[in-house]
C-alpha cells in the first residue's frame, strides 16, 4: 500500500527558512511526478510546486507565483524521498503543508490529479 510521510514542519519566524521532507513507499517512486499543497485554514488546499520524473536532463520543477524564487522542490529516486526547500517564509506561507504523488503530467497544479497524500506537516510563521 502506497504511503507518504511528511517530515520537517515547525514553527519559524518570518525570514527564515524550513526544509521538509516526503519518504514514499508501497509505489514505484521514479514512476510519479511529486507535488506539495498546502492549506491554510479557512482556504482551499493549493498548488505549491511539482517536480516531473528524473530523465537524462535531470527534472522539471514548477512552482506557484506565490513561492517562486523563494522555495525548491528536489527528489531523490534512490531514497524515495521528495523534499522542500522553503526560505525568505512569509506569515502567509503558514499552513498545513502537504506531499502528493501522481501520474498525470498534465494536471499538475490539480489536487485532483493526485492518487496519494501524505498526512500533513504544520508549518507555523511568526511574525
Known amino acids: 500500500q502506497a504511503q507518504l510521510l511528511e517530515s520537517g514542519g515547525g514553527l519559524v519566524q518570518a525570514g527564515g527558512s524550513l526544509r521538509l521532507s516526503c519518504a514514499a513507499s508501497g509505489l514505484s517512486f521514479s514512476r510519479y511526478f511529486m507535488g506539495w499543497f498546502r492549506q491554510a485554514p479557512g482556504k482551499e488546499r493549493e498548488f505549491v510546486t511539482a517536480?516531473?520524473?528524473?530523465?537524462?536532463?535531470?527534472?522539471?520543477?514548477f512552482y506557484a507565483d506565490s513561492v517562486k524564487g523563494r522555495f525548491t522542490i528536489s527528489r531523490d529516486d534512490a531514497k524515495n524521498t521528495v523534499d522542500l526547500q522553503m526560505n525568505s517564509l512569509k506569515p502567509e506561507d503558514a499552513a498545513v503543508y502537504y506531499c502528493?504523488?501522481?501520474?498525470?503530467?498534465?494536471?499538475?497544479?490539480?489536487?485532483?490529479?493526485?492518487?496519494?497524500w501524505g498526512q500533513g506537516t504544520q508549518v507555523t510563521i511568526s511574525s
Open positions: 517536480i516531473s520524473r528524473s530523465g537524462r536532463s535531470g527534472s522539471s520543477m
Open positions: 502528493a504523488a501522481t501520474t498525470q503530467a498534465l494536471r499538475l497544479r490539480v489536487s485532483s490529479a493526485y492518487d496519494y
